[in-house]
């Protein structure tokens, strides 16, 4: 990669389509280099990684794509294996698969294999996550919490994550799960940093950690909480939380947005695939793998 290139990141909502007009991942292979691209997949997530890099394998391949490798360490050490860090090294883009995005904090944050990833990203390799591998982007990871509509307090708990993407809170599936009460909570006791929900089937691309751009069939939900008046400091455990005054933007396929500022920047209409799956991990893959197969 040249001094010039863009540092890109693709973060994605989860349950993105593989067998239909593939819109992200898509745009994926694209940036990744296309017909030269040396794609990396780190299934680790997820609880059939076979199954996983299978998938994707396949897709990745059918866009172009020549080359493309599997990183899945089983254990801690194991992300200090040379081997697997040499595949990152050498990649021009790299795709963290869904599933336990704990898995991810505890097999990959903060060992030789995690900090390869940071300086791919930083050459100008593009990351890609799509939901755990959209979490884990951040610096500080929603590893688990309450679902629902209403942000209560103590219902979702952070973990460190890789570091991609400072400043921002990721959560994923965002209005298939209802996610929008555990988001508000977090950045109502962290209101220093941005809350970011994804649909499914839907990313957040981000150039130079400043401009971000969606792309897919659902939205992109901000929510700046900097201004609000809160009182997450003195309310019980789960009990509803007083948020006023947080500044949300609902931002669909066509949007594009200055994080620095929570602005939007540009919008342009457009008309999305809407056939979205809304599978889990294991589900997923293998639906996936049984249609790419006919």
């Given at each position: 990669?040249?001094?010039?290139?863009?540092?890109s990141l693709l973060v994605i909502g989860g349950a993105e389509d593989k067998v239909g007009r593939v819109t992200i991942l898509r745009r994926f292979v694209r940036l990744a280099g296309g017909r030269k691209a040396r794609i990396v997949v780190i299934p680790t997530a997820s609880s059939v990684p076979d199954e996983v890099v299978d998938v994707y394998s396949?897709?990745?391949?059918?866009?172009?794509?020549?080359?493309?490798?599997?990183?899945?360490?089983r254990t801690r050490v194991a992300s200090s294996d040379q081997e697997l860090r040499d595949l990152v090294d050498n990649a021009t883009?790299?795709?963290l698969s869904g599933g336990n995005q704990l898995k991810l904090s505890q097999l990959i944050v903060g060992t030789p294999l995690g900090e390869s990833i940071l300086k791919a990203y930083e050459r100008g390799a593009v990351v890609a996550g799509t939901s755990a591998g959209a979490s884990i982007m951040s610096q500080f990871m929603i590893s688990m919490g309450d679902e629902g509509v209403t942000p209560r307090q103590r219902s979702s708990q952070l973990t460190a994550g890789l570091g991609l993407l400072p400043g921002v809170i990721v959560d994923q599936h965002f209005d298939q799960r209802a996610r929008y009460?555990?988001?508000?909570?977090?950045v109502a006791t962290s209101p220093s940093l941005l809350g970011m929900g994804i649909d499914e089937d839907t990313a957040a691309e981000i150039t130079d950690g400043t401009e971000l751009t969606v792309v897919g069939s659902g939205a992109v939900f901000v929510v700046d909480a900097r201004n609000a008046v809160t009182d997450a400091h003195e309310a019980r455990r789960d009990a509803p939380l007083l948020v006023t005054g947080a500044v949300v933007h609902t931002l669909p396929f066509g949007a594009t947005f200055?994080?620095?500022?929570?602005?939007?920047?540009?919008?342009?209409?457009?008309?999305a695939d809407l056939a979205v799956s809304t599978s889990r991990d294991r589900h997923d893959a293998a639906t996936a793998?049984?249609?790419?197969?006919?």
């Open positions: 990669m040249s001094e010039a290139s863009h540092r396949t897709v990745f391949s059918r866009l172009g794509a020549p080359q493309i490798d599997a990183v899945n360490p883009g790299i795709f009460g555990r988001l508000l909570s977090l200055d994080l620095p500022t929570a602005t939007l920047t540009d919008f342009s209409e457009k008309y793998a049984a249609a790419l197969r006919r």
